[in-house]
């Protein structure tokens, strides 16, 4: 990744392109340009938003357990995500 702050369960907000305004999890690393980002809503697990990093905003702000599941391979599912941004204060 080209920005070493952004982390794998870290909430972004997107600030470019149609979903602008909306919150995200970060799920992965795409390459060093692009993350993949995922919300449980609008973009799902199975079907990841390739975001480059410069159309993103941090929030200070990691799921350790979303991080913790995707470190460890567990399956991650859409409700889970939709639950822990509604958790973290990040609902849309």
Same mark, same amino acid.
């Given at each position: 990744?080209?920005? $070493? ?13 149609? #979903?602008? *305004? ?8 795409? #390459? ?14 199975? +079907? $990841? ?33 939709? +639950?822990?941004?509604?958790?973290? *204060?990040?609902?849309?």
């Amino acid at each position: 990744m080209e920005d $070493p702050n952004v982390k794998v369960g870290q909430i972004v907000k997107s600030i470019q392109g149609r #979903d602008k *305004g909306r919150n995200f999890v970060v799920i992965g690393e795409f #390459d060093q340009e692009h993350i993949l980002i995922a919300d449980g809503k609008l973009r799902k697990v199975s +079907k $990841p938003k390739k975001k480059k990093l410069k159309h993103v905003a941090k929030y200070n702000v990691v799921s350790e357990e979303i991080r913790e599941s995707i470190i460890s391979g567990r399956r991650l599912s859409n409700a889970f995500i939709k +639950k822990e941004l509604e958790r973290l *204060g990040m609902k849309q």
